[in-house]
């Protein structure tokens, strides 16, 4: 049984559309048969499995079944090119991967170029030269491994925003099944009193690293995970009341979703289940998280992390109404803020945020990018900048990459953006650095209304609109010089939007009209 699970009758599982579920026995038993699976086919604790698969339950009893036996597993991006999914696969290393047969353009993609696969397996239907999970794992004991069992881990990959992504490689597997919680299983349990009695709502694809280790540590804990297929704010605000959900987790482009939905609509939402609502992901615009604060309560928890999970923030709702903006203050590691010189800064001092005294990361066959990301004392970062003030409260500027430097100017392009989506018209919005022979770069905006104009004068109206909102709340040389609408931006659904893609097209806009 999952450590930490003691009831095999209680729901591990249930699929928010589909209805269908999986109860703590039947996942066990599931995931017992595919970690001596595994084994049977030669693999070792400390060897490395792939999946690619939707939100479904097959995903969870394979990844439980790869932490029984001790494995490395890396959850990919359905969303991955062919590609991008050859080089995850092959870069980690992989000897096994298990694929759905929804993606079957992705699993032609495992074929001749990845030839250190040794076993190509399917779950949930046939894949041509896939064996089926589901008939292999039937032939298996349900009985746990013996002991020595050890725990798997998790080796996900960064999500590839400014370039190829990298692993991030956990130390060597050595704890046991029993002695080892996801990261976060602690936090759950002794901060928000997290146990069987829970009901969590995960609406965001499984293969992401927050919704994958918080499901865990929540069937750690015993409670009921209840999966999203795919977003949508109506649907979501359907499962908290039918399901009667105690904790989620969002992102802020959800919060954005929830807001504009009728006002009518949210007014009758039944949220009276709700515990609590963690967030992260992405920067939430301050307004945003005070609209939600005003509708579902002083329940909403920030926290600020990453992939790499050298360190984690928290704050809570009352600290942020008196620290508004702020993402808390260490739970895990301990935040320093660090000038381009290196030296430690003081309150109120903004340079690159770092962590000391946390779980230690490298990237995985990339050992110059792990010894960029840390200093001779040990500390490590990722790109993230920002100021702690007086209390130790951590407050994110920006990513260093979308720094835009107009006129010789710094702009952080995240409080525009917040900015914008504070407009109630905005759905979304990415502001970045294009090309300007007079300042060098400007700065632009691409946003996604609530609803695109239908006409050209329309636009032209809203556009003016929302560069008037941006010179009302920011100074002149933050507001963007012009402003373009588009019914969708190239937003992942983890939160992440990518801000490369916009700003190489404008940029290649540029350069073929010069």
């Known amino acids: 049984m999952i450590p930490g699970a003691h009831d095999p009758q209680r729901t591990a599982v249930v699929m928010a559309a589909s209805g269908e579920t999986l109860t703590y026995g039947e996942l066990d038993a599931a ?12 693999l070792e604790p400390g060897d490395h499995v792939a999946l690619c698969l939707e939100n479904s339950p097959r995903f969870f009893e394979v990844l439980w079944g790869a932490h029984y036996a001790g494995l490395l597993y890396t959850a990919c991006s359905t969303r991955l090119t062919p590609e991008e999914l050859q080089y995850v696969v092959d870069d980690c290393g992989a000897r096994v991967v298990v694929m759905s047969p929804r993606y079957t353009e992705l699993a032609a993609a495992i074929g001749d170029a990845t030839p250190q696969i040794e076993h190509r397996l399917s779950a949930g239907g046939a894949i041509a030269g896939f064996e089926p999970i589901e008939d292999l794992a039937a032939a298996q004991d349900a009985a746990p491994l013996p002991d020595p069992r050890i725990a798997g881990r998790d080796m996900l990959y960064s999500s590839g925003t400014t370039g190829r992504p990298k692993g991030i490689r956990p130390k060597e597997l050595t704890a046991s099944l029993e002695a080892a919680p996801v990261i976060v299983t602690p936090v759950l349990r002794d901060m928000l009193g997290v146990g069987p009695e829970d009901v969590y ?22 409670a009921t995970v209840v999966v999203m297929e795919r977003f ?16 989620t987790q969002m992102v802020p482009t959800m919060f954005v979703r929830l807001l504009r939905l009728p006002e009518a609509e949210r007014a009758a939402a039944d949220l009276s289940s709700l515990r609590f609502a963690l967030h992260a992901g992405a920067p939430c615009p301050p307004e945003i998280k005070r609209q939600m604060i005003e509708w579902w309560g002083p329940i909403i928890h920030e926290y600020y992390a990453s992939t790499e999970g050298c360190g984690l923030t928290w704050i809570t709702s009352a600290d942020w109404l008196t620290h508004p903006g702020s993402v808390g203050r260490a739970l895990i590691g301990v935040a320093h803020i660090v000038g381009e010189d290196g030296a430690e800064l003081g309150p109120g001092e903004t340079g690159a945020v770092a962590f000391s005294d946390g779980p230690a990361f490298e990237y995985h066959n990339d050992p110059a990018k792990t010894a960029a990301a840390t200093d001779e004392r040990g500390w490590q970062s990722f790109g993230d900048i920002g100021h702690l003030d007086d209390e130790g409260f951590l407050y994110l500027t920006d990513r260093a990459s979308h720094m835009i430097i107009t006129g010789g100017v710094n702009v952080y392009p995240q409080e525009t953006e917040d900015v914008l989506q504070s407009h109630p018209a905005v759905m979304d919005a990415a502001v970045f650095g294009i090309p300007s ?3 060098g770069e400007e700065v632009k905006a691409v946003v996604q209304p609530v609803t695109m104009p239908d006409d050209a004068a329309g636009a032209e109206a809203l556009t003016a609109e929302l560069l008037a909102h941006c010179r ?7 507001c963007p010089r012009s402003i373009d609408l588009r019914p969708e931006l190239p937003r992942h659904d983890t939160g992440k939007l990518y801000k490369r893609l916009l700003r190489d097209e404008y940029a290649q806009q540029t350069a073929a009209t010069t």
Do not use: M
């Open 31 to 42: 995931a017992n048969r595919i970690a001596r699976l595994f084994r049977s086919l030669g």
């Open 201 to 222: 709502l995960s609406p965001a694809p499984l293969y992401h690293a927050a919704p994958l280790r918080f499901c865990l540590a929540f069937h750690q804990l015993g």
């Open 232 to 247: 949508d704010a109506a649907d979501a605000l359907r499962v908290i009341a039918e399901r009667r959900v105690t904790a």
């Open 437 to 439: 022979e007079e300042w």
């Open 472 to 478: 009302a709340h920011l100074a002149d040389l933050k």
